[in-house]
């Protein structure tokens, strides 16, 4: 009683992505929207699109159990004649009884049967979508956890980098004050050397006159 490939398609179909509006663009800095994360709603299908269902009435089928099939193929000529399902299936089954042997016991036995295959169906499910969880899911969740650590590292790497850039910013502005005061030094040094040279060519101008 295979559900694997419902389960499957039930879980790993992809949902139709809803549209996003386009925003203007800003002039300042972008902030990172929070995520949040998707609560889903669980829903179950009408009767007339759940596919487990048309599954499920399959393998229960009345024509599985024969005497179940039996007493419908004795009520099933009545139904013109007798459109009330009480009175229908009572004729039916005293029909069936002398023509075939069929007993009331016997069809209350043949919908036993059909609970047990139910039930039959229903662990079946249940194992196939632990097998899936285990499988599929497990799989997909091993594969996040593995992206969730990569992006740990990434995320620490670009830390690091940042305090590079933010003591290379520090030493960059300590070597531009830096700078700026040796030609300042240089300014004065340049200076007080001119004004000596200019004294002494002075000096020299009246000595040698």
Not at 25 to 34: L, T, W, Y
Not at 56 to 80: N, Y
Not at 146 to 156: E, M, T, V
């Amino acid at each position: 009683m295979p559900f694997i490939d419902l389960i499957k398609n039930a879980i790993f179909e992809e949902e139709p992505q809803a549209k996003q509006a386009v925003k203007p663009a800003s002039s300042g800095p972008v902030k990172a929207a929070p995520v949040q994360e998707s609560v889903p709603v669980f829903t179950p299908s009408s009767s007339k699109d759940n596919q487990f269902y048309a599954r499920l009435a399959r393998q229960t089928d009345f024509s599985a159990v024969p005497d179940l099939a039996k007493i419908e193929s004795f009520a099933a000529p009545l139904a013109s004649v007798l459109p009330d399902k009480s009175l229908r299936y009572k004729a039916a089954l005293a029909t069936a009884q002398s023509q075939a042997g069929l007993t009331r016991d016997a069809i209350m036995q043949g919908f036993d049967s059909l609970l047990a295959v139910l039930d039959s169906s229903s662990a079946s499910f249940t194992k196939q979508t632990n097998d899936v969880a285990q499988t599929e899911v497990g799989a997909k969740t091993a594969q996040i956890s593995q992206l969730s650590a990569s992006i740990a590292d990434k995320q620490k790497e670009i830390a690091d980098i940042q305090q590079q850039m933010q003591s290379m910013q520090s030493q960059v502005e300590v070597s531009k004050v830096k700078l700026q005061q040796v030609k300042a030094d240089f300014a004065a040094a340049y200076a007080r050397r001119k004004a000596e040279i200019q004294q002494q060519r002075k000096e020299f101008e009246n000595i040698l006159q």
